[in-house]
Nanobody, 120 residues
């Protein structure tokens, strides 16, 4: 069955770094756009970053541009989010998403999330 398993979250001080990983299985990883979203307490889930199915194109939310980097490893069926210069406002549960649309059929999968807390 489809699985997206995030890891790498934790507690980090402001200015620190973390790397999140999302291991995918149960679907054709190379056919899917992979993205990271996050949800802070009391807020809506928001887009963070996305990478195209072939890894050639990336896009970021303005709030993380220049600090976060998304990448994917086709050999490991894994997508990463390198987060640098973390700020307290980056505190949230981070979710991995896999999305594909073929004609009228959409496939949209989510992981269970990993907590990132930025605090001193």
């Amino acid at each position: 069955q489809v699985q997206l398993v995030e890891s790498g979250g934790g507690l980090v001080q402001p200015g620190g770094s973390l790397r999140l990983s999302c291991a995918a299985s149960g679907f054709t990883f190379s056919s899917y756009i992979m993205s990271w979203y996050r949800q802070a307490p009391g807020k809506e889930r928001e887009f963070v970053a996305t990478v195209s199915s072939n890894g050639a194109e990336t896009n970021y939310a303005d709030s993380v541009k220049g600090r976060f980097t998304i990448s994917r490893d086709a050999a490991r069926n894994t997508v990463y989010l390198q987060m640098n210069r973390l700020k307290p406002e980056d505190t949230a549960v981070y979710y991995c998403n896999a999305y594909r649309q073929l004609l009228l059929r959409k496939n949209d999968y989510w992981g269970q999330g990993t907590q990132v807390t930025v605090a001193s």
